[in-house]
């Protein structure tokens, strides 16, 4: 099968549609050749997301800065030879301070039904691309994050091709599932996937390693959230 086809085929698993059933346009919030920021139907919502949110800055900022990549290859992904190694997602402060206001509209201007996805495209030192990207939502006083790909590479797909697939309008998709795992920082303001999803009644993703869900409350509590931390809201792109 080719990555095409594959491609089609997660999106169509992760939409949750029989037949792949088109839903409504994405709604753009920022899009640049480096990033992209959308409000994006979710067919998993259930009864429905907290949205419109209004969600502070500081804690979007924090959410994103508690972050963890956990590295892990296809053996490890099943529990061997798993690497003990992890790393921020987030560690360019001027990336953060470009993405968290464009999050914060997207979920002010989101509805029920939306999430809001971003697609972010950074270069190594060889220029080659690397992908971060994923959607963000909140139900109640949770926040849960699905991060698809953290820094990764389209070239390190896991399956033959002869060239790089395009997943800038499928940031839901992993480019290569089994490189990483989430983790978070504070441990105390995560709640466990499993246990949220039973509680909040959401649909779930096709791999709840990628999923992180932090209680807002207990994230406030935890650290120190000064509100210069991230620059406020630019006035041309407030809801």
């Known amino acids: ?116 996805t971003f697609y972010l495209v950074q270069r190594d030192s060889r220029y080659v691309p690397l992908i971060t990207s994923g959607g963000m939502f909140l139900r109640g006083h949770h926040l849960y994050v699905i991060l698809a790909n953290g820094r990764t590479s389209p070239s390190s797909i896991q399956y033959e091709t002869t060239y790089e697939p395009d997943t800038r309008n499928s940031p839901l998709v992993p480019i290569a599932r089994y490189k990483f795992t989430t983790e978070f920082q504070p441990v105390e303001a995560r709640v466990a996937t499993s246990e949220a999803e039973q509680r909040d009644g959401w649909g779930g993703y096709l791999d709840e390693s990628k999923v992180v869900v932090v209680d807002v409350d207990r994230l406030a509590n935890a650290l120190p959230l000064p509100s210069a931390a991230i620059p406020a809201i630019p006035a041309h792109i407030k809801p």
């Open 1 to 116: 099968m080719t990555w095409p086809r594959r491609l089609c085929l997660t999106a169509c698993l992760l939409a949750g549609f029989s037949g792949c059933s088109i839903a409504p346009p994405p709604i753009p919030i920022h899009d640049d050749p480096a990033l992209l920021v959308t409000v994006t139907y979710d067919p998993r919502a259930g009864a429905g997301h907290s949205h419109p949110a209004a969600i502070s800055s500081d804690i979007v900022a924090a959410v994103l800065r508690g972050l963890q990549l956990q590295g892990r290859d296809v053996v490890g992904a099943f529990g061997l030879m798993g690497e003990d190694r992890s790393s921020p997602v987030f560690i360019d402060r001027n990336i953060l301070a470009g993405l968290v206001p464009h999050l914060v509209v997207g979920l002010a201007k989101a509805s029920p039904r939306d999430l809001v």
